[in-house]
């Protein structure tokens, strides 16, 4: 597609229920990256794929939260028993060679957990 | 690992004036730096980025920055706002190394009256 995309936009869940985030990168991206934006928090890295090496998942917060990407495209986050805490915006990025490595970020999904 | 430090949490101004959003980063290796904006409710959008070469970089929508190596800075400016510049806008540094994620500020907040 034309730019990164995320879906759901937005999600309101209840605390302790699973959710899945998922990403559609731009078409021939090898790379993708998953970041939160919380409030008063700024961009926080959660984990990065690159092509068919291992992902680095050095910045998910907790063993809740586990992301995948499956046939080098599209990726799922998924955040079991979901918290307060996890409320944020969740955006999804990605880049190539070919994009000069520069990271295009999609619009990012809204979760709400009440 | 590489950090980025962003001064100033918001910075006000006046339609028409000059304006300068500062950040510093640590690293001790080579790095790239970007300025990311995001206007209320959207997503990020990539305004400049220093790769290599001139330090002077000049981005989207009238926005240039300077990379000084000595300082550790990669300062954002402007020399006339628009109301429309109104939002928050990001410094983040990534390895020179392809794929790299990258790690953000906290961000700054700008906003033009009139």
């Known amino acids: 597609g034309a730019g990164v995309s995320q879906s759901p936009s937005n999600k309101v869940t209840e605390k302790g229920k699973d959710v899945e985030l998922r990403c559609d990168p731009i078409?021939?991206?090898?790379?993708l990256y998953w970041y939160r934006q919380s409030l008063g928090q700024g961009l926080e890295f959660l984990i990065y794929?690159?092509?068919?090496?291992?992902?680095?998942k050095s910045g998910l917060p907790s063993d809740r939260f586990s992301a995948e990407r499956t046939g080098g495209s599209v990726s799922t986050l998924t955040i079991q028993r979901t918290q307060q805490e996890d409320s944020a915006v969740y955006l999804c990025a990605s880049s190539s060679f070919i994009s000069g490595n520069t990271i295009y970020f999609g619009e990012g999904s809204w979760l709400t957990v009440v | 690992a590489q950090s980025v430090t962003q001064l100033d949490s918001q910075v006000p101004v006046f339609e028409e004036a000059p304006v300068e959003l500062r950040c510093n980063y640590s690293s001790s290796v080579s790095v790239y730096l970007f300025w990311y904006v995001q206007y209320p409710n959207q997503g990020l959008q990539l305004l400049l980025k220093?790769?290599?070469?001139?330090?002077l970089v000049k981005g989207i929508n009238g926005f240039e920055a300077e990379f000084n190596k000595s300082q550790t800075s990669f300062h954002l400016r402007k020399p006339s706002v628009h109301i429309s510049d109104t939002a928050e806008y990001f410094c983040?540094?990534?390895?020179?190394?392809?794929?790299?994620?990258?790690?953000f500020g906290k961000g700054t907040s700008l906003l033009v009256t009139p």
């Open positions: 220093y790769l290599s070469g001139s330090t």
């Open positions: 794929f690159q092509g068919n090496s291992a992902p680095d």
């Open positions: 078409s021939g991206h090898t790379a």
């Open positions: 983040a540094v990534s390895k020179t190394n392809s794929g790299y994620a990258l790690n």
